[in-house]
């Protein structure tokens, strides 16, 4: 009787594997480890990212969080994965394949996000690159997007060195840090060396 069994993200998410990296989806295990390093690398993250709600880190919120997540995967509406470092399970960041649009665009939308301690040692740059082939194959997807703002250096670097392409400057793109402000946008295809 299978299908009473409980819906598990492992069951459409398989752990990826990369060189020092493992990604997987999110589980309430991991809300000690999400909170404490989301704490630690709050005014890191501002910047970047859309503004928090106040019970953000409740354990409340996480579990709304990954029922929300659930929701999302069983769509085949985005893809959430958690970044944790292989020789001691850190979790060190997550990344997201979200607005996964089929029919005749089957593209995604590519976001990640990096704990301040973290930053800087390329381990994000293993998790896209083993993302992307996941994204192309077991998801069928032909074309990634990202956005970034103009002034984080640091994912500019990042997409590029990867093998994004730049295609353009949206105005007013995303609400960051309670303002609706500018990005550059980039994009991956199946077809494109992913470096």
Known sequence: MSFLRPFSFADVLPPIQGPGIELRAPEMRDFEAWAALRSASRAFLRPWEPTWPANDLTRSAFRARLRRYSQDVRADAAYPLYLFRTSDG???GGLTLGQIR????QTGSLGYWMGEAHAGQGYMTAAV????PYAFTALRLRRIEAACLPENI???????RVGFTREGY??????????????????????DEVK
């Open 154 to 160: 640091a994912s500019i670097r990042l997409l590029e």
């Open 102 to 105: 089929r029919g005749v665009a």
């Open 90 to 92: 850190a979790l060190l």
């Open 170 to 191: 949206a105005r007013s793109y995303l609400c960051i840090a309670g303002a609706w402000r500018d990005h550059l946008l980039y994009a991956i295809l199946a077809d």
């Open 129 to 132: 690159r083993a993302v992307l």
